[in-house]
């Protein structure tokens, strides 16, 4: 058991070891659809609301898998449980918003591969949090992971208007971005433990 | 799926080097960044993940490759997923019998590396369409290249972060590490720095005129 308040946990995950920022994960579609910030708060609102999913499906999964000593089958169970509740989630879309679902395109299935989602089912795990602390982490990635994609859209939107040279091409200015974006972030350290 | 071998190119040196340096990974495809900037705080451990992620990648495709008129369509992705957490559970296991130091440094990144989209990426755009022996090569390629990426930037960031290279004292004592480098935005900077700097090899490559001002900038610069 895992002795940290639930705030504790949904700020560290916000802010302190931002998934995307300080952790380095779910960086594809951080440089992938940070382009417009509409598209960036739809694609935050799905990963948010996978992660929740897996993530509280996952510690069921991982009581199950302990109760049988099936430990070493964790890694294909959760990115499973990941690939179908992506699944879920394209379908509600497509039957409720499917406005939502043309715009966000190829990146709803790649949410799959997002490993910020694994690494929350992940962490939570080697962390042995408890089934509210879990959720508390989950809820917490989810809002750091959207807060990360709004500002560096709402960054690169300035930044279409600017005169730039030619070899800060998309990729290149992106990571200067975020590595600013980072050191910003880098603020927050000494909130907490670093864990 | 049996059409596939219609349109088989000859196998040349152009299948291994390409994933090297035309389209590496990293800095050209921007594919699998999440270990690049994770884990490259030092030279050792972008080895060890370079070496994990060829295993995985050259394995999970030449199965993958083998497999390839066997796996129906509709499911092929969940089949890779499933091919390729196989062989990263493996990995995970041989990392910790071997060193378990370095398994700790390296934390839940080896898991990750399933999904890596380097690795699906291959699966799906190459190891499905070619056969067994081009995919092997191809993927050695992809994955040297990779590894290539991981040390560039791991060797920058040790050297600046400190002073070291692989362990061994580089600058003297007296030089003030820039710890800035080994912390997460360091990761982010190094890669840009890059890749501003192949964007501009490439430019001068093709000779294109930069910018008027660049050109005056790079003017003045080489002068001094």
């Not at chain 1, 959720?135 to 709004?150: N, R, T």
Request: proline share 3%; hydrophobic share 55%.
């Amino acid at each position: 058991m895992n002795p940290e308040s639930l705030s504790f946990i949904f700020l560290s995950a916000f802010l302190i070891n931002n998934f995307v920022l300080a952790l380095f994960l779910g960086l594809c579609p951080f440089v992938g659809v940070s382009a417009k910030r509409d598209t960036a708060f739809n694609m935050s609102l799905a990963t948010a609301f996978v992660m929740f999913v897996s993530s509280t499906c996952s510690y069921g999964i991982n009581l199950v898998l302990t109760s049988f000593d099936l430990e070493f089958l964790r890694l294909i169970s959760y990115i499973a449980l990941i690939a179908s509740s992506v699944q879920l989630v394209e379908m509600v879309l497509k039957k409720f918003s499917p406005a939502l679902f043309r715009a966000l395109g190829i990146f709803l299935p790649l949410i799959t591969t997002n490993c910020a989602i694994l690494g929350v089912a992940l962490f939570q795990t080697s962390r042995g949090y408890d089934f509210l602390q879990s959720v508390s982490f989950s809820l917490g990635a989810g809002a750091g992971f959207g807060l990360a994609i709004i500002l560096m859209a709402g960054l690169r939107e300035k930044l279409e208007l600017s005169d730039l040279p030619n070899i800060t091409q998309a990729a290149a200015l992106s990571m200067m971005l975020a590595g600013i974006l980072s050191l910003t972030f880098m603020g927050f350290a000494g909130l907490g433990t670093t864990a | 799926m049996a059409k596939a071998n219609k349109k088989e190119t000859p196998l040349t040196m152009d299948v291994f080097t390409t994933g090297i340096w035309k389209e590496n990974p990293v800095f050209v495809m921007m594919l699998g960044l999440c270990p690049v900037l994770a884990v490259t705080n030092s030279v050792e451990n972008s080895l060890a993940m370079g070496a994990a992620s060829i295993f995985v990648l050259v394995c999970s495709n030449a199965l993958i490759s083998a497999l390839r008129n066997f796996i129906p369509k509709q499911v092929r992705i969940t089949t890779y997923i499933i091919i390729i957490a196989t062989f990263v559970t493996l990995v995970d296991y041989i990392i910790q019998a071997i060193s378990l130091d370095l398994y700790n440094k390296l934390g839940a990144f080896i898991q990750l590396i399933v999904v890596n989209c380097l690795i699906l990426g291959r699966a799906e755009a190459y190891a499905s369409k070619n056969s067994f022996t081009k995919t092997v090569i191809s993927a050695l390629g992809m994955g040297l290249g990779f590894t290539l990426a991981l040390v560039m930037l791991g060797g920058v960031r040790e050297l600046l972060g400190a002073g070291q290279l692989l362990g061994y004292q580089v600058f003297s004592t007296n030089f003030e590490p820039w710890v800035v480098m080994i912390l997460p935005p360091g990761g982010f900077i190094v890669l840009g720095s890059w890749l501003l700097l192949i964007n501009y090899i490439e430019e001068r490559r093709a000779g294109k005129i930069i910018d008027e001002n660049e050109e005056s900038v790079h003017a003045t610069a080489t002068q001094n």
